[in-house]
């Protein structure tokens, strides 16, 4: 069985974000590492070359022998070029249920897209990491 590519690195998630561009991208990569590490009380950790991630859960595939499955982060984000792109807030039911209330975004299949963080409403975006994050809360219980 192949290994995942996306996987955690030691790479710095300082230096990641410092390099990211345009220049707003770099301010608001450090604000959503202030926010997301506020609302998960974990640490960022850089998932293969250049996403964000706090917490982690096991994935589990049906397509992968019983008991098996990949680490992945709860929540995340990279701070693409042409939008911030927001991993986990619509993986649970409650999370898609809340994310009309977010503000300017679009979806793609497995992200939320935020052209401009200033554009979201950031006590919205503070619900949706908790419920992102909650699920690699059930999976360190066991649940």
Known sequence: MA?????????????????????????EGRRLVQLMREETGEEPVMWGPSMVGFGSYRIVSSSKPSGTGEEWFAVGFSPR??????????????????????GG?????????V??????????????????????????AGA
């Open 105 to 113: 975004y679009t979806e793609g299949a497995g992200c939320v897209y």
């Open 81 to 102: 070029r042409g939008a911030l792109s927001l991993y986990g807030l619509k993986d649970r039911p409650e999370g898609a249920a809340l994310l009309p209330e977010l």
């Open 3 to 27: 290994a995942a590519k996306t996987r955690p690195t030691d790479a710095s998630v300082d230096a990641f974000i410092d390099a990211a561009e345009p220049a707003r991208r770099v301010e």
């Open 115 to 140: 052209k401009r963080l200033e554009r979201v409403d950031e006590a919205v975006l503070r619900q949706l990491v908790r419920i992102a994050h909650r699920r690699s809360d059930a999976e360190a």
